[in-house]
């Protein structure tokens, strides 16, 4: 993700414009870019725009300059060397932003990510430096899968050890879906199953029941299905015009149009400045 300074042969689709409409930048949906690519996003936050490779034989060019970004939304299983960077400090005193961070505990399924307790503490390090309120957990996805050989399992259970220790870092909130069953999934060293509606009622069910004993919201993401089945589990809006607005530190925000991604989403509009070139290491092995 390189700016376009950097690379001055990267193509665009027409001429910048001089003064682009404020927006949200979200980064990213596609890659890790906090953990894996934080240099090249401060790099290009640093000259002031940012060029990304949108697919399709499509690039753009986005102004990442402080008078035309609402906020961030910054999306990652690792933010250790995001914080660590000497820039996150200015970037935070001059932007909003929030922080999604998705913190499960499955080996066999995430076999790159960092120890549990190394992420356990960058999680609480980053809730002290942004406030708990602007840092929201995503345990996502639960997965029912089986290793070549094993029996059928099911992750759910790693919210239950995880929900103590990090409703005492005084988060709110706490996102998850059922994983989707892409066909790019087939053939890894997992294979994965789908989950019965009781099934999901059950486990969504017995969630709601142990976040709400510490004062946490459930939202639920992309499963439509799922808040219907269990009164009580919100349907997820990543991009959250309302929670964007309760956060906001320079009086910047403005209302959003929806902007969905897929079926059952419910978020706001946003730019999204990752590249699905941007190879994300993790190897975790329900990513599609």
């Known amino acids: 993700m390189p700016s376009r300074a950097s690379n001055p042969q990267l193509p665009l689709l027409g001429p910048r414009p001089r003064r682009a ?15 894996f690519f934080h240099r090249e996003f401060f790099a290009a936050w640093k000259a ?10 499509r690039s753009y060019t986005v102004s990442l300059r402080t008078e035309e970004v609402l906020g961030y939304i910054f999306i990652s299983k690792d933010y250790a060397p995001f914080l660590a960077d000497p820039r996150f400090g200015r970037l935070y005193a001059e932007n909003n932003a929030i922080f999604h961070f998705t913190l499960n505990d499955c080996p066999e399924l995430e076999p790159r990510v960092a120890p549990l307790a190394a992420r356990l503490e960058t999680f609480s390090c980053l809730c002290r430096m942004v406030g708990p309120e602007r840092v929201l957990w995503r345990f996502d996805p639960v997965c029912k899968f089986a290793r070549p050989g094993g029996e059928v399992r099911t992750t759910e259970s790693a919210f239950f050890r995880l929900l103590p220790r ?10 998850f879906s ?10 890894r060293r ?20 142990a976040a709400g004993q510490y004062g946490i919201t459930l939202h639920c993401c992309c499963n439509p299905e799922v808040p219907a089945l269990v009164p009580g589990i919100l349907p997820a809006r990543c991009v959250d015009g309302e929670l964007l607005a309760a956060t906001d530190r320079f009086g910047r925000h403005r209302a959003l149009k929806p902007l969905p991604t897929r079926a059952g989403c419910g978020c706001a509009a946003c730019r999204d400045i990752g590249s699905y070139r941007q190879r994300c290491p993790h190897g975790c092995l329900y990513c599609y």
């Open 190 to 209: 997992a294979r994965f199953f789908s989950f019965s509606e009781e099934e999901k009622r059950r486990i969504a069910a017995e969630m709601l029941d």
């Open 21 to 35: 409409k404020p927006q949200y930048i979200s980064a990213s949906r596609r890659t890790d870019l906090p953990r």
């Open 178 to 187: 059922f994983m989707s069953l892409y066909p790019k999934l087939k053939g």
């Open 166 to 175: 990090l409703a005492a870092d005084g988060i709110s909130r706490c996102y």
């Open 48 to 57: 002031g725009e940012v060029s990304y490779d949108g697919g399709y034989g």
